[in-house]
């Protein structure tokens, strides 16, 4: 079946600094991906998606490309603010057009330190 | 914003109790979804639903019930609460367009079982 595997936290950085989470997952065909965000005490936001290969999902500064090759979709962001902590999730929705069960990852905490 | 709701936003209740959440959209959106969030597990998914009274079991729905008698509300019911049920619930929308179908989720509901 579907799964997602992001790497786990919590990732602590200082303000300004590069983040990457990593992201890769197992699906067959082209699913559709997508990165959510949860900040503390709220429900998960989308941030960004692609929905096919090579496509670029870009939000708020942050970016990820799809990868079909290494079967990736890691989240970057070049300048991260304190206002950017939170938990991130990847996540899948299978490509059959009867998939109506996303897939998720564990989620991964970021910590931004002024 | 999906326009969803949850209520109650908090509740404590006692082992044994019946409980009921509610979550209710007003987008007229086709499916709908309860999840489950705790440390550890990320989020996990109970029940489902994808149409008036048409409803599937996800992962961890034992202990609990779902009943969607109209298009915006979407009720899960524990019959009777035991402390594993204490969690952060959301419920989500399946929405998106152009086929990525991502989900949007509401702010949950915190339930304490002592």
């Known amino acids: 079946g579907d799964s997602v595997t992001q790497m786990e936290g919590p990732v602590t950085l200082s303000e300004e600094a590069f983040l990457t989470i990593n992201c890769t997952y197992t699906?067959?065909?082209?699913?559709?991906l997508f990165w959510y965000v949860q900040y503390p005490g709220e429900g998960l936001q989308l941030l960004l998606k692609?929905?096919?290969?090579?496509d670029k999902g870009s939000n708020k500064g942050f970016e990820a490309t799809y990868r079909k090759e290494t079967t990736s979709f890691h989240l970057e962001k070049g300048s991260v603010q304190v206002s950017d902590s939170a938990v991130y999730f990847c996540?899948?929705?299978?490509?059959?057009?009867?998939?109506?069960?996303?897939?998720f990852g564990r989620g991964t905490s970021l910590i931004v330190h002024p | 914003d999906a326009g969803i709701t949850q209520s109650p936003r908090h509740k404590v209740t006692e082992t044994g109790t019946p409980v009921t959440l509610r979550c209710h959209q007003t987008?007229?959106?086709?499916?709908m979804y309860w999840y489950r969030q705790d440390p550890g597990h990320g989020l996990r998914l109970i029940h489902y639903s994808y149409g008036v009274k048409d409803t599937d079991k996800g992962e961890v729905s034992d202990g609990y019930s779902v009943s969607r008698s109209k298009t915006e509300d979407f009720l899960l019911t524990l019959e009777s609460a035991t402390s594993s049920q204490t969690s952060v619930y959301f419920c989500?929308?399946?929405?998106?367009?152009?086929?990525?179908?991502?989900?949007?989720f509401g702010p949950g509901t915190r339930l304490t079982v002592t």
């Open positions: 699906a067959t065909g082209y699913p559709s």
């Open positions: 996540a899948l929705r299978g490509a059959s057009g009867g998939s109506y069960i996303p897939t």
């Open positions: 989500a929308i399946r929405g998106g367009t152009g086929g990525s179908y991502e989900q949007y």
């Open positions: 987008e007229n959106h086709r499916y």
């Open positions: 692609a929905t096919k290969a090579d």
